[in-house]
């Protein structure tokens, strides 16, 4: 079945330094991509997505690759602030038309330091 | 407007007491609906799903169960609460296969 696997957190950084969140995927056929975020105590915000094969979804500084070949889908930042301390989210969609929908990996904390 | 509502947002409910939980939305009509489970520090945990009046499925056997009458309306419940049923509940709206998931703001539900 399809499976998500996100980098173990929690990730602490210093504000302005350069954020990386490794996923990588299983999944039968080409699925959607996805990266939410989740401030806290709040539900789950998409934060950008990609559709097919070497697209890439931005958002509010964030990025991140569709890499068929990899299967793989890193969230970047350049800078993060202080303000971008969250839980992120991976998440896949298949194509099989099951309304099953999303397949998320754990989840990885970010915490960013003044 | 596509907003989700949720509530209550947090509830203390001892063990072995009823649940429940309602979720509407706004929106497009016949909508797919979602509940989701957060446990303290883990990821998300799909425990229903409905594409449409009456038609549920369920992901996770447990004593949890759903319901959905009206088309922009989703409830959880549970006739006898265990402390396992502590968490964050979340749910999530999306208009079709493939496509991505609104959620709502969630519930925090603690058993005692």
């Known amino acids: 079945g399809d499976s998500v696997t996100q980098m173990e957190g929690p990730v602490t950084l210093s504000e302005e330094a350069f954020l990386t969140i490794n996923c990588t995927y299983t999944a039968t056929g080409y699925p959607s991509l996805f990266w939410y975020v989740q401030y806290p105590g709040e539900g789950l915000q998409l934060l950008l997505k990609a559709t097919k094969a070497d697209d890439k979804g931005s958002n509010k500084g964030f990025e991140a690759t569709y890499r068929k070949e990899t299967t793989s889908f890193h969230l970047e930042k350049g800078s993060v602030q202080v303000s971008d301390s969250a839980v992120y989210f991976c998440a896949l969609s298949d194509r099989s038309g099951s309304a099953r929908q999303l397949t998320f990996g754990s989840g990885t904390q970010l915490t960013v330091l003044p | 407007s596509q907003t989700i509502h949720q509530w209550p947002a947090t509830l203390v409910q001892p063990v072995g007491s009823p649940l429940s939980l309602e979720c509407t939305v706004e929106g497009t009509s016949n909508p797919n609906l979602y509940w989701y489970r957060q446990a303290a520090g883990r990821g998300l945990q799909l425990l229903f799903y409905?594409?449409?009046?009456?038609?549920i499925s369920s992901e996770v056997p447990q004593n949890l169960s759903a319901s959905r009458p009206q088309d922009r309306q989703f409830i959880l419940s549970s006739k006898k609460l265990l402390l396992s049923d502590s968490g964050f509940y979340l749910c999530?709206?999306?208009?079709?296969?493939?496509?991505?998931?609104?959620f709502g703001q969630g519930t925090r539900l603690t058993v005692v």
């Open positions: 409905s594409v449409g009046i009456g038609q």
């Open positions: 999530a709206r999306s208009f079709r296969p493939n496509t991505e998931a609104f």
